[in-house]
């Protein structure tokens, strides 16, 4: 039985995925991957939460097809390609629930997090915090690909220094806000503050910042629920990388090194992002 008071909301988009053994290309390979598991996170999601998919790979594609199988279980939502474009979607039709009192944010990749979501999302329901960030325990980051190990946890690092710096968290609060889940509260006292949070974008006239691609409804919530006062904090999850994606790195070099370089790039912006969201405005005369 679906406990309507948790809302999981993800996107997909794997235009290549097919529903046979193999695929005929590298991008098939990927998408087939990640598809696979995507389809594997909705079968377990969906008994027990209100799941939301903004799917933006069409109803008429094999996947979109696939996403499609459970009808009332999954609410499938189209929406245009886009990180920040899609969980806002994804938010907004969940958040039409009145019995929602909670967000759960991931990417439908993460099966092993299913496991984690009673207990991560009673910490909302109790009251305890209004923004929960899960974070990596030892355990789970020696399953990661060494490079996403150290440049996720520099780039984790260098936003807590700057969100210090900024004056919003105390010195040693080291949040894995790079970890892509984020758990909303969205009971009705917090409810209009939480919306503003999630739907407020960032400004910035540097080209080498997408936020909307990468942070502006995922990542950046977090500041600003820092600037908001609310309670943010991190509870340890003992999350698994999937092994299906460790062993289509190791069996397709050029996928893991095109992989290696987009995640190299994405992260190397955040702390930027960050710095930008939390920097003062400039005052002119």
């Given at each position: 039985?679906?406990?309507?008071?948790?809302?999981?909301?993800?996107?997909?988009?794997?235009?290549?995925?097919?529903?046979?053994?193999?695929?005929?290309?590298?991008?098939?390979?990927?998408?087939?991957?990640?598809?696979?598991l995507a389809l594997q996170f909705m079968e377990m999601a969906r008994r027990r939460y209100r799941l939301v998919v903004a799917d933006a790979t069409g109803?008429?594609?094999?996947?979109?097809?696939?996403?499609?199988?459970?009808n009332g279980d999954v609410q499938v939502v189209p929406a245009s390609p886009g990180i920040s474009t899609q969980l806002r979607t994804a938010y907004a039709a969940a958040m039409n629930d009145?019995?929602?009192r909670v967000l759960v944010s991931t990417e439908p990749e993460k099966t092993d997090l299913i496991g984690e979501v009673d207990r991560l999302a009673d910490d909302l329901l109790a009251d305890r915090s209004d923004l929960l960030v899960p974070e990596r325990s030892?355990?789970?980051?020696?399953?990661?690909?060494?490079?996403?190990?150290?440049?996720?946890?520099q780039a984790n690092r260098t936003i807590a220094r700057i969100l210090e710096k900024a004056g919003l968290t105390a010195p040693g609060m080291n949040l894995d806000i790079l970890f892509g889940p984020k758990l909303f509260s969205v009971r009705s006292d917090v409810r209009a503050r939480m919306v503003?949070?999630?739907?407020r974008q960032l400004v910035t006239a540097d080209p080498k910042l997408k936020?909307?691609?990468?942070?502006?409804?995922?990542?950046?919530?977090?500041?600003r629920a820092l600037q908001a006062k609310l309670r943010v904090r991190g509870l340890t999850v003992n999350f698994a990388y999937p092994p299906s994606q460790l062993e289509l790195e190791a069996f397709h070099p050029e996928l893991a090194s095109r992989?290696?370089?987009?995640r190299l790039e994405q992260v190397a912006r955040f702390p930027a992002?960050?710095?930008?969201?939390?920097?003062?405005?400039?005052?002119t005369a």
């Open positions: 039985m679906q406990d309507r008071r948790i809302a999981v909301c993800t996107r997909t988009f794997y235009p290549h995925w097919n529903n046979g053994e193999t695929a005929d290309s590298p991008e098939g390979t990927n998408d087939k991957v990640r598809g696979d109803p008429e594609s094999p996947f979109g097809r696939a996403v499609r199988q459970w009145t019995k929602a030892d355990e789970s980051w020696n399953t990661y690909p060494s490079y996403q190990r150290e440049t996720e946890g503003g949070i999630l739907w936020p909307a691609e990468h942070g502006d409804a995922l990542n950046l919530p977090v500041a992989y290696r370089e987009k992002e960050f710095q930008a969201e939390v920097q003062p405005p400039t005052l």
